[in-house]
């Protein structure tokens, strides 16, 4: 007996008192609400419960602080318990979705959301955004089972690009790449009371997080980082991860019987270079391959696209696998006008790309597989794009970067998720009256410069292959005056409704009241409870004397939450000027009733509306309401004028 404990049981029970210890320590600290990790969802202030939002800091679950950028979501508001009247839609996904390096109205989700709403206006459209900067699938997977609790109706996925190099990605850094039992296990333990002690101790004695964005900081980390190459161990093990995280999505919806629609992705193909392309040194060749492919880039900038392409197929003969080789060879091609060879070789650079900054073709194959195997919708993002760039090689006129889609690239994005909603038949037909538009809503220079602004920097130094330079060689897409106020924005108050109302502001200076509008509409896309771009865009109407449009802009004003005294009155007096007497009389009766308007605006209201109705022949109404204004205010001369007169009966 004392052998079997000193050979078994004692070293048992050694193992088993850290453990038990740890046990406690967890149900102590849930006892006492101590280390609790980060919520997914909070209360949105000042609603009492009714509104939550997504933490915008969750992403602390996943970064480590001290190395990397914490990525944000975004903290749009939605109800708690979905009404009847909802239609939520849940979008997953990296960067891309959550719009880098754009924002607010500018990712796919929320020009989806303004496509929903105008095509079903008596619907409530919820569009979620769960997109976050630089994670892996594993990821979303973690975060999954919250997400899922919103009760969405349909769930959208546009996953892929960082599977090696987002968090719990295979390669070297984010962290090391592991097993997947190890990746689970460590994002069981991060949920753990015992796991969030831990991540606040290190970051207690960590430095601050750097001043930069989690995808710039991912690129700067690894731009020395190890080869991957296609067919690699590392390379296939990192594909039949997607592969089976995107399983556990598809399986996780369909036990929740919510709709699934994935979507493939998209790169750069045209306009960014291979990050690295690996030289095949085995033949002893490896000094004359990178001599031809140098020649072969200078015979290119030349234009000289034959000899040029005979050099790259030269190199491509004695190394098939150089990224390089085919990006130039595809660059000759497209020179002669032969795009449809040149798409091959495009792609067949981006595959080799041996720095996995844009998913393979493998990918999207991934994605077309699982969908099919699990009977998901699939959107060919990948072909859309490519059936509206030329040559059907997608590039910058659609990309803001590698991988990124622009403003105009994230609504093509939104419209054809749209239609991929449609054909589930989740919702009747849209409203007859609507029409899809061909541009993204609320869009404007101001957007474009602050997102290719963020990442100017980033796209000049390794390791893209741009010239290198500063924010002073940027080319803006507007003038210098969005190039200024982005410049605030940017590294100053990072208040994005500031920025265009400043935009605005400026425009008026100039007497470009169209150019005012739109940044003021942007404003509207992006807040479509507030009246105040409305009522803005009513204003410039009004300076016109456009009547029809600015009664317009003020009734968009009305539907939205908030008084409508003011309102009210000023698409009184509006209609006035129309001579739409009705509608002016229905206007000023709203505004002459409205309560949080003061004594003396109560009283213009309902002078206004007496004056109308005098002139419209309801004596008996009108002098009911002047009685009215001068019981509250006997002093009020115009309506002492206008009740004697009405009276005398002289008018």
Known sequence: MIVFWRRFLFPLTLATIPVLLLAVAEGLFRLTGLFEPEPLVVDVPGSDGAFVSFNPVVGRRYFDVSQDAIPRLTPEAFQRTKSVSTFRVLCLGESSTAGFPFESQVPFPRQLRQLLMEAYPEKQMEVLNAGMESISSYVIVDLLPELLETSPDVVLVYTGHNEFYGVHGSARSLPRGRSDAVVRASLAVQKTRIGEMARRILNLLSPSSPESTAADVLIKRLA????????????????????????????????????????????????????HSVIDASRGHETILRGQLLQGEQLLAEGDWREGGEVFQRVLQDDSGSADAHYGFARALMMKGDTAGARGHFVAARNRDAMRFRASSEANSILASVANENGIALVDLADIFAARAAGRVIGREWMSDHLHPNPQGSYVMAAAYFVAIQKLRLLPPPDSLFRPRQTAYGVTSLDWDIGLMRIFAMT???????????????????????????????????????????????YLRRGDRDAARREYQALAVYSRDDPWPYQMVAETYAEEENWPMRSTALREALKRPGPKGMLAYHLGLCEVKRGRAPQAIRALTVAAEAPELTSEELANARFQLADLLSNVGQTKDAIDILSRILQADSTHASAKKLLSSLERGTR
């Open 460 to 506: 000049h130094r390794p390791p893209f292959r741009n010239r290198p330079g500063t924010l002073d060689d940027y080319v803006p897409v507007g003038d210098s005056g969005t190039v200024r106020i982005a410049r605030e924005y940017l590294f100053g108050h990072h208040a994005w409704s500031r920025a265009h109302t400043d935009m605005a502001q400026e």
């Open 224 to 275: 020395g980082d190890e080869d991957i190459v296609l067919g690699s161990p590392r390379y296939a093990r990192t594909m039949e991860s997607f592969r089976v995280n995107l399983g556990r999505i598809a399986s996780a919806c369909k036990e929740r019987k919510i709709p699934v629609i994935f979507g493939t992705l998209v790169s750069n193909d045209r306009d960014q270079p291979p990050f």
